[in-house]
């Protein structure tokens, strides 16, 4: 059996755990039942497992870490927040999160599930040691926005329905859901500052220009500008609370337009079929 | 009465100038023009905004530069106003947060105050161990009036984090700034063998060879080109350059830009040589007072012979090249049609035979004198942040009088998470 079979067989397989999990982690908020709760966690668990051997047989297979082209990434992304998730249950004992993340990581690994999973051969521009580098902390950073989007939508949630029990007993206050979002948020625009930078370093190298106000650039440096907003309101305009949280909602949908939008509806140079064909100009 | 108003509007403009709600205002804007400039395709040609919009959205893109809005006075206008707001707001606030960074720890206001502080039931022998657990080694203490007082602020530098962050943004548009006022972007292009001006400069590009790595599946791997640099005609260096490794050198850069298809095209008038050239893709060879041109309009390297009709390649490979062409005599567009190499294109009195294609390379050459304050301002911007979010400024005061130990403690920001793991921290130590 061929590496590619494997690796698919495998992304299904966590495809389909993610897609378990996520519907005990509903179950357990509209069941208020804890015992689903835990099924949902440790089936997301053992799809994590599963997630992480298919990344594995994807690095054996292309020689590289999987990062290179959209189905890659949104695998990779989707591992990186169930991975988040884990730790951020483990840590906060915080298992209601993933009643709020599960939806989101299910949707990018669907999403990677109808991208292009073949293993093709590097174009030029991405001959690069900063490939790795510059992905991999988009990755992370989208995950810690993400995770914040999760915390926040929990907040409002919380917030709502502050008298019932089985609320209080899941979900962390407000105040600590509302510092754990801000604190996602600061790890995230932190990383975010650095994919920025990277890519900048990286694209003067490449295209000779480390800013050439490219469909893509310019939609991370407005998510950039959207948190770097929500920071300064918060710091020093004391929003916190609801305000905050939709903010962070918007912001993360704002980060899913940078990766997946930007990507099928702007013309960019990060949507790396066109300059291949238009670099070569013989096919 | 009149000076006062004029002061009066003077400060507000200042103050203004200066707020944070100013810069949140110019941000905002920056961000919803930056969508405009994504969804409207940037630096092309009027007659492709004239053909793709229509009525009242082309008047907007062309009153307001739409179609080239990252270079419009507009909106540079409006980073300069962003780099006013964030200097003004950086001076304003050096020196209260150098204040901060530098504050000594108030011992008078704690004795005022500590008997409204809650009290810990941790002895005093523990009170540097569960410091240190909290983050605070090395307590300071003083003895005043039989009380004693353990003190300490750690990670002040934070306070200077989001202060440095704003100064980076100011280095960074500064340094973009100047790189494209008092920086040069040229291209040149040419087949082995091909000498070329950098327009501008003094300098020439000698391209000595280029060459398209393919792997074994036929798709291109690199593409090196080898040159040689030279100033006034005298050699001054030379090297080999491909897609993410740049020739650097002489203050120059020179990238791996672009490649294309280049002919060796040859006139004939009645009969007898007239003129031959290299006719590089989309070019017109354009002789006898612009009598006659052929247009190369397309190369096929590996044309498929079994389908002409679809001008379809087999592979990247000059195995079967065939020129699509275009002729034109007197202005007038009189021929297009396929030309294989060595065959007659003729027209009148004129013949055009084309052959040898080659593959030529388009190289990038910049100067960017603000590409290291860039970078710096880049390291800044780093460095801003996590001092802004990784160094947390904390304060923590206990004072023991008798047999009662009253405590305050602080994280900048008011963070809950800092007051939830301070009072685990107190629980532990009240219990050991």
């Given at each position: 059996?061929d ?7 495998l992304f299904y397989g966590?495809?389909?755990?993610y897609?378990?999990?996520m ?11 804890d015992k689903?709760?835990k ?5 997301l668990l053992?799809g994590f497992?599963i997630?992480t ?13 999987p990062?290179?082209?959209q189905?890659e990434?949104a ?8 991975l ?8 906060f ?7 709020f ?9 669907g999403y990677?599930a109808m991208?292009?999973?073949s293993?093709?051969?590097?174009m030029p521009?991405?001959?690069s040691?900063w ?9 992370i950073s989208?995950g810690a ?6 915390v926040?939508g929990m907040y ?23 510092d ?6 600061a790890?995230?625009f ?5 994919v ?11 295209w000779g220009?480390?800013?050439a106000?490219?469909?893509k650039?310019?939609?991370?440096l407005?998510?950039?500008i ?5 920071l300064?309101?918060r710091?020093s ?9 939709w903010?962070s909602i918007i912001?993360?949908i704002?980060v899913i337009?940078?990766y ?11 949507s ?7 670099a070569?100009?013989i096919? | ?9 003077f ?5 203004m100038?200066?707020?944070m ?6 941000l905002v804007?920056?961000g ?5 400039g ?6 092309r ?8 919009y ?16 990252y ?10 106003l962003?780099?006013i ?10 020196i ?7 504050e000594?720890p108030?011992?008078d206001k704690?004795l005022e ?5 809650d ?20 307590l ?11 003190y300490?602020n750690i990670?002040?530098m934070?306070?200077l984090?989001?202060?440095?962050t704003?100064?980076?943004?100011i ?8 790189g ?7 291209f040149?292009y040419g ?6 001006d950098?327009?501008?400069?003094n300098?020439q ?38 897609v993410?490794?740049p020739?650097?050198g002489?203050g ?6 672009a490649?294309?298809w ?15 050239t290299?006719?590089?893709n989309?070019?017109f060879f354009v ?7 052929l247009q190369?309009v397309?190369?096929f390297p ?18 079967n090249?065939?020129l699509?062409?275009?002729l034109?005599?007197?202005?007038l567009k ?6 294989r ?10 013949k055009?035979?084309?052959n040898?294609?080659?593959m030529?390379?388009l190289l990038?050459?910049?100067?960017d ?15 801003g ?6 160094l947390?400024?904390?304060k923590l ?6 047999d009662n130990?009253w405590?305050?403690s602080?994280s ?15 629980e ?5």
């Amino acid at each position: 059996m061929d590496l590619l079979k494997i690796e698919t067989m495998l992304f299904y397989g966590a495809l389909i755990g993610y897609l378990l999990s996520m519907v005990l982690f509903i179950l357990f908020f509209v069941n208020k039942n804890d015992k689903q709760g835990k099924y949902g966690r440790n089936i997301l668990l053992i799809g994590f497992v599963i997630h992480t051997l298919a990344l594995v047989v994807r690095t054996i297979n292309t020689g590289r870490l999987p990062l290179s082209n959209q189905y890659e990434f949104a695998t990779t992304f989707a591992w990186a927040i169930a991975l988040c998730f884990l730790i951020f249950e483990k840590k906060f004992d915080f298992r209601a999160l993933g009643t709020f993340v599960t939806p989101i990581l299910f949707l990018i690994i669907g999403y990677a599930a109808m991208r292009d999973k073949s293993v093709r051969p590097l174009m030029p521009a991405l001959q690069s040691k900063w490939l790795a580098i510059h992905v991999g902390l988009a990755i992370i950073s989208y995950g810690a926005f993400a995770v914040a989007a999760g915390v926040s939508g929990m907040y409002l949630l919380r917030d709502k329905f502050n008298q019932d029990t089985f609320f209080k007993r899941n979900i962390p206050e407000t105040d600590k859901l509302d510092d754990l979002s801000y604190r996602a948020i600061a790890l995230g625009f932190l990383l975010l500052s650095l994919v920025i930078i990277t890519g900048a370093i990286w694209a003067e190298a490449a295209w000779g220009r480390y800013w050439a106000w490219d469909p893509k650039e310019t939609w991370a440096l407005i998510t950039w500008i959207i948190y770097s907003i929500y920071l300064h309101l918060r710091i020093s305009k004391g929003w916190r609370g609801e305000r905050a949280a939709w903010f962070s909602i918007i912001g993360f949908i704002c980060v899913i337009f940078t990766y997946v939008g930007v990507n099928t509806l702007l013309p960019s140079l990060h949507s790396y079929a066109y300059i291949l064909y238009e670099a070569i100009g013989i096919f | 009465m009149e000076k006062r108003f004029d002061d009066n509007i003077f400060k507000k403009i200042f103050r203004m100038f200066h707020s944070m709600k100013f810069g949140i205002v110019l941000l905002v804007v920056i961000g919803v023009l930056s969508i405009i400039g994504t969804i409207i395709p940037q630096n092309r040609s009027d007659v492709f905004y004239m053909e793709n919009y229509h009525g009242f959205f082309y008047e907007l893109i062309n009153v307001f530069d739409l179609g080239n809005l990252y270079s419009s006075y507009w909106y540079i206008g409006l980073m300069i106003l962003l780099i006013i707001n964030l200097f003004l707001c950086s001076i304003r606030r050096f020196i209260p947060i150098l204040k901060r960074v530098t504050e000594k720890p108030n011992l008078d206001k704690v004795l005022e105050e500590y008997k409204t502080w809650d009290t810990i039931n941790i002895k005093e022998d523990k009170i540097n161990g569960f410091a240190s657990d909290l983050g605070f080694r090395n307590l300071e203490t003083k003895n005043v009036d039989g009380k004693k007082i353990y003190y300490k602020n750690i990670n002040s530098m934070g306070y200077l984090g989001s202060w440095i962050t704003h100064v980076s943004l100011i280095v960074i548009i500064l340094a973009f700034g100047i790189g494209r006022y008092m920086g040069y972007e040229v291209f040149v292009y040419g087949i082995p063998g091909t000498v070329r001006d950098v327009e501008g400069t003094n300098y020439q590009i000698q391209i000595d060879d280029f060459e398209m790595r393919f792997d074994e599946n036929m798709v291109v791997s690199q593409y090196v080109t080898s040159l040689t640099l030279l100033e006034n005609g005298e050699i001054i260096d030379s090297g080999q350059l491909m897609v993410n490794h740049p020739f650097r050198g002489k203050g120059i850069n020179i990238y791996q830009n672009a490649t294309g298809w280049a002919l060796h095209a040859f006139l004939y008038k009645d009969d007898q040589a007239y003129k031959q050239t290299v006719l590089y893709n989309s070019e017109f060879f354009v002789e006898d007072d612009g009598k006659i041109a052929l247009q190369f309009v397309e190369l096929f390297p590996d044309f498929d012979m079994s389908d002409p009709t679809a001008l379809r390649n087999l592979s990247p490979l000059p195995n079967n090249p065939v020129l699509l062409y275009a002729l034109y005599y007197n202005g007038l567009k009189v021929d297009m049609g396929l030309a294989r190499m060595g065959d007659l294109i003729e027209y009148e009195e004129y013949k055009f035979i084309v052959n040898r294609p080659e593959m030529y390379t388009l190289l990038q050459i910049n100067h960017d004198p603000g590409i290291t304050f860039a970078a710096i301002g880049g390291l800044l911007q780093i460095v801003g942040l996590i001092f802004a979010f990784y160094l947390r400024p904390k304060k923590l005061r206990i004072v023991i009088e008798d047999d009662n130990v009253w405590l305050w403690s602080k994280s900048y920001g008011n963070d809950n998470l800092y007051k939830e793991e301070l009072n685990r921290k107190i629980e532990k130590w009240e219990e050991q």
